[in-house]
């Protein structure tokens, strides 16, 4: 299993080389894999607001962002955006371990 991003920063605008680069150095595991897989996937296709959500989410620390994911902790209503479910989504067994 890779634990590193398969796509390269080549083509990119700033913005998105920053993203990339954040979203596979999060600090725990997996907040790199939640974030960098679907980062990898989507990038190319996110809007700016959706890059905009994006960036808010990748602020937060990985702990509260694990519990949000996880349902462990309802996610509060400032983050509660488009871009937050569609990562959810985008990683559909990741509650039940399987990421």
């Known amino acids: 299993m890779s634990h590193g991003s398969t796509r390269s920063s080549e083509g990119l605008d700033v913005r998105r080389k920053k993203i990339l680069m954040r979203a596979w150095h999060r600090g725990i ?41 996880t349902n462990e902790l309802p996610v509060p209503e400032a983050f509660d955006c488009g871009v937050f479910h569609t990562v959810k989504n985008y990683h559909k067994n990741f509650e039940s371990g399987l990421l």
């Open 29 to 69: 595991k997996e907040m790199d894999l939640m974030f960098g897989r679907f980062v990898d996937d989507k990038l190319d296709v996110l809007t700016d607001q959706e890059l905009s959500e994006l960036e808010m989410l990748m602020d937060q620390h990985d702990r509260d962002l694990l519990q949000w994911f």
